[in-house]
């Protein structure tokens, strides 16, 4: 939900730095004179943070909302809890118990409600928080109910109060290296692109499910270990540790700090176990201090909605330095559209009905390989669902749909990206947040890419490749968010480059571009066919239409009125009289004689 | 004084420029249409009439008096009623109760007064008087254009923004709307007309403008824009390649 | 006594309770596209500041009713401008964690003025109830049941038959629309959740003598109240009420026969059972979420 404030470190000296400072604050933790209560506060705070993290993954990366994240806490929790005391356990032991429970749980949990969304969600997680706290209470044979479990135990060579906050602090300090880089993993790619639009990340390939469902199981996974960490460090748990109060500390330390980094997760979680303790008095009124997290959490939602890293990081991102120039781009590589036996896209008996409504009726017509095809047709005339149909956002009343000889008609969209079929939108859909190569990267990274990416270099440079096609090389490392609207578009083409598609849909590339721009679009268009791509286009702009396509197919009311060469297709009189009105108003019987088809509207 | 007068209209989506300089007016008692494909900013500029769309420059004077920063609400009440792409009747309610609302904006009314309206509107619509208490989501294209025509005569505007009446209707429907929206300029209701079917539209108005990537390209009576190859152009493409010939 | 009918007339009893908050849940829902998650704090605000009247006051019951429902609808009105009104413009997650936010707000401002003991609130009727044909017909479980059904028939008149619910009706279908035509979209939000927490506010307080009334009551009538909309379909009124009628009876008959401790966890699995099986619920197509 808020942008990635800052750029991964990717230089080792970054890495090294870290690696030493996160090492010297440990040393401390181990050898300075902490009283017990520094000792506590230090304690609570650390392995707070490595929960507070696994909401970084989940709500910053991903944007799912997760408000049990305090029963994951305590799953770890009760896990080294009970291990190291009832039943004998080795600490360490005990402590992938309680991740692994987390981790199942939490994708158990996700995938039961991933796929509805938002509000689902939010409501599931909060039953499963009370589900929990009533099992904790009330299951006294195992869980020892409200009395808790004392004398929890610490792993060999830890006991010792200090050292074992040092190894908490290295902990949490590798989990937070893990989280900081995830961004430029694929899957972390994969979680920023659902949390940006889900609808674009499914059509680039990008199985939004499955991201979101591992997201979850992320985020509690390291509630777990957080929890794991906490028993461990305290040697006494209950169950009223872990309510869904605990949870809403858990999310507001994680808003106040900045969701989209780790860096904020660690600034809130620190804030707000000190501040309080600056405030005890707040303490003395039960409540008080509860309530007035529930009025931060509204106010920074309305006023600081990135959170204070968010805040500071974009205004340090100002003095960073600029990346160093890369290398200049190679050239986009695109498999020809070799005259396989199939046609790139073939589509039968395609009908949607909406109640009575047959926005598309029953049409047939084929893409051949290689060359530009348009599908026009008047507005309302069936051209958007038919583009929804075959990218797999609305699931057709009848008939099939093949690309490249393969049928795909019950196939969600990131599958028929892996199939090969790559789309842009009329009303772009890019990853907001996120430079213009890293949206490229996403889409280079759709399933079964021919072009064959091995690691991350070849991927970044099939990325720029792509840019450089579209012509904005110089500008991948900006965030997509301060492009214009023209070049926005261009990095949509780009992002479908990278993928490789068999077939390219092209949704009204011209809308909104200036006179310029579409002349810069229609060679765009040629250069890209020059490269033996297949490209479907759907577009108003007749001007385009006539200089670019090969073929046409035109709809009107959902039907198929004419296909073929396009040449002939645009003299055909019923395509006119779909474009320019029936002959059919009597008052304006004459007039509309006088606009009959004229012979300068035939292709020059 | 002109009922409707834009003067040098600018309106931006973002980045994107929708509408440039539009400037033009409505006399009282008029059909205006304004044309050109899609695209070419002529739903944008109704909605910045009727207040949707906030304008990044400009004026919109109805009536001599501006409309600039009014909301959608209040503009209504002065007399503009806006019919919208998509016809936008309330799938949940009856054809009845939608065309009540239309009411909305005139004060002081009772439910039974609004209902004797809506009844009465009924003799101008004719085709949908039977379906007065079926749900919007049950009526065809044709019958949910009559009644967001209905509704919006339910406003007693003094101005009537039709945005593409036509679209998506079987050429017999077409004729039907058009007679109607005929009927409604002879009881005195001037109306300002978006049409992408250029015949019907010009068929009905006295002047019409041709929008072009969001700038006026031309205006004249119907028979001089006819008469002009580019409204051709305009529609079916070709006026780079008409000029570039030329 | 009848064990089965006993437990029938209890479920219904409060499973009423459920459907008058799941009626709030789904009527701000339709309005406004976003899920309450204060929506039990509204009840549980009312059966304080009832407490707050007819005990510690010692105002007459009918007094003290009137007043936690005018607090309410002030209480409806300052919610949908500091919670709702200031991020209508943005996604839902903002919107539903700044009503999570409210939720502790209001719960943690309760507890900090009134402290965390359970507090009694007495019924309305002297009398216990009445023995009739072997089941025991409590006076309050009856009051619930006669009242939810006069509320439900009032909305269905107000909805169906005024033109003011017309335009809500209206406002929840077609924002755009309705401002086009002149109705004032925003004061019909704000009337939808003045009214919602006034329907909260009544559940509240007449479930108050049944349950005690505690900080915790809120969040767990949401949470049931929430599983009945999702079991009669999401948005949909006539579902939240079969549904909450529905759930009320599970949980009873759960508690009866499998166990007290976990009959909350009964409901959430029911939920999850819905979740997995049929998300769109009993009623209706109409899974609501924004595309």
Redesign the interface.
Known sequence: MAPRASAVPHRLGGTLAYAAFALLAAVLAGALPLSGYALNILMQATTYAVSVIGLTVVLGLCGQINLAQAAFFGIGAYAVGLGTTAWGLDFWLCLGLGLGAALVLGGALGASTLRLGGHYLAMVTISFQQILTLVLVNWIPVTRGPDGVPGILRPAGLADGQRYLAFCILALAAVAYAVWRMPDTRLGRAMRAVRDNELAAGVVGVDVYRTKILAFAIGALLAGLGGGLFAGGFAYISPDQFTFAESVVFLTMALLGGVGSPAGAVIGTALLILLPEWLRFMKEIPGLYLALYGLAVILIIIFMPVGIWGFVGARLARFRKAAPAPDRAGDLVLARAAPGPHPALEVVGLAKHFGGLKAVDAIDFAVARGGVHALIGPNGSGKTTTLNLLSGLYVPTAGRIRIDGRDVTGLPPHARAAVGLGRTFQNIRLFRSMTALDNVIVGAERPDNPAGLADAGALEARARAALAFVGLEDRADEPVASFSYGHQRLVEIARALAGNPVLLLLDEPAAGLNASEKVALTALLRRMTAKGLTILIIDHDMTLVRDVADRITVLNFGRRIADGDAAAVLREPDVIAAYLGEDAGQGGAGRAEAASPRPDLAPV | MALLELRDLSVS??????VEGLSLTVEPGEVVTLLG???AGKSTTLKAI?G?VRPRAGQILFEGRSLMGC???EI??RGV??V?EGR?V????TAR?NI???A???SGLS?RQ?RAEADAMFELFPDIARFGDALG??L??GQLQMVALA?GLM?KPRLLLLD?P???L???I??AV?RII?EVRRRGTTVFLI??????????ADRGYVLE?GRLALSGT??AL??N?DI?AA????????S??G | MDLVPQLLFTGIGIGAVYALVALGFVLIFRATNVVNFAQGEFSMVAAFLMVVFAVDLGWPYWLSFLAALGGMAVLGALFNLGVYYPLRHRSYLPVIISTIGASILLANTTLALYGPQPQVLPGWFETQGILAGGVFFDSQYLLIIGVTAVLVAFQYWFFEHTLVGKKLQATSQDKEMASLLGIPVAGMIMLTFVYSAVLGGIAGILVAPVLFVSIGMGSTIALKAFAATIIGGFGDVTGAIVGGLALGVIETFGAAYISVPYKDALGFLVLVVFLVVRPQGLFGERVAEKA
Do not use: C
Request: proline share 6%.
């Open positions: 989506y973002g980045e994107v420029r929708a494909s899609n695209g009727s949707l909301r959608p609400e209504v009440r009623a806006h919208p936008r309330f799938p949940g309610l109760e009540m609302l239309g909305s904006n005139r439910k609004i989501w049950t065809s294209g509704r406003a593409e036509s679209l998506g079987a050429p017999v077409v004729q058009f005929a049409e992408q079917n250029a015949r019907m539209g010009l068929s009905v990537s119907p028979e006819w008469a190859d051709s529609y079916l493409g070709g006026s780079r390649a008409v570039a010939a």
